[in-house]
């Protein structure tokens, strides 16, 4: 029965009832999201390492996301908890970079267009400089976009066509270039374009 009303709730209303005390609500957040965490994730390839191991930290992220939402930031709970499971995993990914890890010390996003094997070619401190980079990049999107424009964005960068942002968003070809557009003179005000 428990199980049941959660599934009818908001993740806002999740979250709220998480943050005191129930645990149901916190499972059925984490159910809600696992498919998500999983994506993002195997979007990061640890040389080495285990996409599981990704996985798990990108729950953590998500588990963290939980406890710290606060609604009164205007942002939903779907994008905090996206930016807490990418800062999760990119600091895992850092982490790895560490002399302790070094048959992990290289990753390459699948999402990087600009990949080409250049294994060997960038240092540890550029592969953290990098890492760093996109983190704060997508810190600093999460500031500038509305929440549509945002996931619409996220979607888009990470190469998605417009008919998939279109199913995913439950959007319109016209909503979804015209949030594009928006958040592309958005982002060009933001890094001074």
Do not use: H
């Not at 939903?76 to 070094?102: E, M, P």
């Amino acid at each position: 029965m428990q199980e049941k009303e959660n599934n009818a709730k908001t993740d806002e209303q999740l979250v709220a009832a998480a943050q005191e005390g129930n645990a149901s609500a916190a499972e059925t957040l984490l159910y809600r999201y696992k498919n998500a965490v999983r994506a993002r994730a195997r979007g990061f390839f640890l040389a080495g390492g285990e996409t599981d191991d990704l996985i798990q930290e990108g729950m953590v992220g998500l588990y963290a996301a939980i406890g710290d939402y606060r609604p009164e930031s205007g942002k939903s709970f779907k994008n905090f908890a996206y930016l807490c499971v990418t800062r999760r995993i990119l600091d895992a990914v850092k982490g790895s970079s560490r002399q302790k890890n070094v048959p992990l010390n290289n990753y390459v996003s699948i999402f990087d267009p600009d990949f080409d094997d250049k294994s060997g070619d960038e240092s540890p401190e550029d592969t953290l400089i990098t890492t760093e980079s996109r983190a704060e990049f997508w810190v600093k999107i999460g500031k500038a976009l509305s929440d549509f424009e945002f996931r619409v964005m996220a979607m888009y960068l990470e190469g998605m066509s417009y008919a998939q942002i279109c199913e995913a968003t439950g959007k319109d070809v016209k909503s979804v270039d015209n949030a594009i557009q928006r958040s592309k003179k958005k982002l060009q005000r933001v890094y001074g374009g």
